[in-house]
């Protein structure tokens, strides 16, 4: 059995001083540790300095979304990132991967996909589709298998669940900043959740101040997000993988609240 935890979209600076303070504690605890980078610089995209320093506090793996690109930079750095991934159903020729296949110390390896939704998201390739091409072709390797499936829709990401059940290990869904309380097993075997939450600020709007997100809704006027400070919030799922057959045994959500340092 593997233990496994994904990390909810870190936001800015204090989402990854929370990342670092839970996994300071608990890291020893998972065999491998995945997270959700998207918005780990200042909200918006990530840096390779930031990548490393997250490298540094145990985090193993990284997913994007669609911030992706949002740090320019990233072009610089991405193609030489193998533990960093972006949702695969970009268009062929697009920087960077949108799987990788990592072995891990006991021997065992697993698959790592990240796919982007369509709804009220970029209209990129069919995740649906894409996704039995590239399972089917990873379980040539492994069938411990994990998707990030970045989307905004419940209704998106439920099909897409089910849809997978029983061919890959986890559907793990990210994008929303809010944790949903739906973690299970489904029948055939894949652990799933709607969305694995944010970790970064907990009191503000999807780690945003919220004073200038309320003052947008109620003026409609353009403003400038900056990230909240103040306590923070850690969200994340742990799973229990079997090795042998790829099947999740076991998903627990974790939503922890942590004081300002």
Request: proline share 5%; hydrophobic share 40%; charged share 20%.
């Amino acid at each position: 059995m593997i233990n496994v935890l994904m990390i909810g979209d870190i936001v800015g600076c204090p989402g990854r001083n929370a990342a670092k303070q839970y996994l300071k504690e608990n890291a020893e605890r998972y065999d491998f540790i995945i997270a959700n980078g998207e918005n780990a610089a200042g909200g918006n995209g990530i840096t390779q300095e930031i990548l490393h320093e997250l490298y540094h506090a145990s985090i193993d793996f990284f997913t994007m979304g669609n911030h992706v690109w949002d740090k320019k930079e990233i072009l610089q750095f991405i193609e030489h990132e193998p533990n960093l991934i972006r949702p695969a159903n970009y268009p062929p020729g697009t920087p960077g991967r949108g799987t990788n296949v990592i072995k891990l110390r006991q021997g065992v390896k697993i698959g790592l996909i990240n796919l982007s939704g369509r709804v009220f998201m970029p209209p990129l390739d069919c995740p649906f589709r894409l996704a039995e091409q590239l399972v089917e072709e990873m379980r040539k390797e492994t069938p411990v298998i994990i998707i990030d499936f970045h989307a905004e829709a419940t209704s998106e990401k439920m099909a897409f669940g089910w849809f997978m059940d029983g061919r890959v290990s986890a559907v793990l869904g990210t994008h929303t900043h809010i944790q949903t309380a739906d973690e299970r097993i489904l029948p055939h075997g894949t652990g799933y959740i709607t969305d694995v939450g944010m970790t970064g600020p907990y009191n503000s709007v999807l780690g945003v101040e919220k004073g200038i997100v309320i003052n947008k809704f109620v003026t409609q006027l353009p403003v400038r997000f900056e990230i909240a400070d103040g306590e923070m919030q850690f969200n994340g799922v742990a799973l229990q993988i079997d090795e042998k057959t790829g099947l999740c045994t076991k998903i627990t959500r974790i939503q922890q609240i942590i004081p300002s340092a």
